[in-house]
């Protein structure tokens, strides 16, 4: 069979990406230019000023991508873009600049779902196994995908209220740590003690759903009624205290999900899955089942490119093509 090299464009937050995969699982290149700098001072991402860098980014990014790889445009088969869900200022860039790209080069354009490129972000490393189940764990989203083959989706669990980073980042900033916050609390935690027992949201007992928002609450009313008491914590303690709660529930809900639908393989995918806490935690429950997890190497947990090149590339497969009137779609379904 022909070998097949997407070009994958990521903008739907404050990363501009651009890479190429090769056949679904080689990374030819991979460039980000984050923008964290520049949002840090506002504590958040703030949409106009992402939409304002991708535009001034996204032709370096482009360029670079193609140096990197020493391909060009008469290798490249078909452009895939993240077309939601994410911020509709910042998805536009993207996928205007893929639709014009795609009608200047005459190659195909494939509309990507930014959390299947963060599922696919896993195939890079490992071939898939079906079925197999998928704990998304990002800024925006907190889900449990059932795969059965390439290309299908099936939410079997998801946050009621806030997503597990914005958990992490909300309780950062009580703290006065900087944004993002979920690396400043993972390092601290390793370094306090779960002395507080905070809340854990197992709601139904057949639910795979999740929910945060209580337990992010909890965390600062502790810090609130501990100020007024005079009695102040450790903020590693409370780092530590905050993740153990996140965690339990995270990776005793994605146990119990992969035994009830005897999945092959177990992935976890989204900025989140760089937390070492998650991580050890994960491998030490699936270590004693027979069960292989899969978590991919932290530079490809965070949103890229070459996670939406690496998705395109079976919905290329599959046929699917997205026509010029790709739209960005901020809240796009799974
Ligand atoms: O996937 P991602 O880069 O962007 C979204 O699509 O949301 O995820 C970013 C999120 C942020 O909330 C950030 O605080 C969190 O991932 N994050 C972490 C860690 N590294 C990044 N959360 C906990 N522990 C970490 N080590
Ligand atoms: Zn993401």
């Given at each position: 069979m022909k070998d097949k090299y997407i070009l994958g464009i990521e903008t739907s937050c404050d990363e501009t990406a651009v890479s190429i995969v090769k056949n679904g699982?080689?990374?030819?290149?991979?460039?980000?230019?984050?923008?964290?700098?520049?949002?840090?001072?506002?504590?958040?991402?703030?949409?106009?000023?992402?939409?304002?860098?991708?535009?001034?980014?996204?032709t370096l990014v482009l360029e670079e991508a193609f140096n990197e790889s020493g391909l060009d445009w008469d290798d490249i088969d078909a452009i895939a873009v993240t077309e939601g869900p994410g911020l509709v200022g910042a998805l536009l860039i993207g996928v205007n600049a893929a639709k014009a790209l795609a009608f200047a080069k005459g190659k195909p354009l494939v509309g990507v779902h930014h959390i299947a490129g963060h599922i696919y972000a896993n195939r890079?490393?490992?071939?898939?196994?079906?079925?197999?189940?998928?704990?998304?764990?990002?800024?925006?989203?907190?889900?449990?995908?059932?795969?059965?083959?390439?290309?299908?989706?099936?939410?079997?669990?998801?946050?009621?209220d806030d997503a597990a980073g914005e958990a992490y980042d909300k309780v950062a900033r009580m703290l006065n740590l900087p944004y993002p916050g979920g690396p400043h609390i993972d390092r601290l935690a390793a370094e306090g003690d779960a002395v507080i027992d905070f809340p854990r949201a197992w709601l139904e007992e057949d639910s795979f759903d999740f929910s945060f928002s209580g337990l992010k609450s909890a965390v600062i009313n502790k810090i609130h009624n501990a100020k007024q008491k005079g009695i102040t914590f450790k903020q590693e303690d409370i780092a530590a205290s905050f993740q153990a709660s996140v965690i339990d529930v995270l990776a005793t809900k994605t146990l119990k999900a992969a035994m009830q639908h005897n999945v092959k393989q177990v992935i976890v995918a989204g900025g989140v899955a760089a937390n070492k806490g998650l991580r050890a935690e994960l491998e030490a429950k699936f270590k004693e089942t027979t069960i292989p997890l899969l978590i991919p190497p932290l530079r490809l947990c965070t949103d890229n490119a070459a996670m939406i090149a690496a998705a395109g590339t079976i919905n290329y497969e599959q046929g699917k093509r997205s026509g010029m009137d790709l739209n960005a779609n901020p809240s796009l379904l799974l």
């Open positions: 699982r080689e990374v030819l290149s991979n460039v980000v230019a984050s923008q964290i700098e520049s949002h840090k001072r506002f504590g958040g991402v703030v949409p106009e000023i992402a939409s304002r860098h991708h535009v001034e980014q996204i890079l490393e490992e071939e898939f196994q079906f079925p197999l189940l998928a704990l998304i764990v990002s800024g925006g989203h907190t889900e449990l995908v059932l795969m059965k083959e390439h290309g299908s989706y099936e939410v079997i669990g998801e946050t009621r």
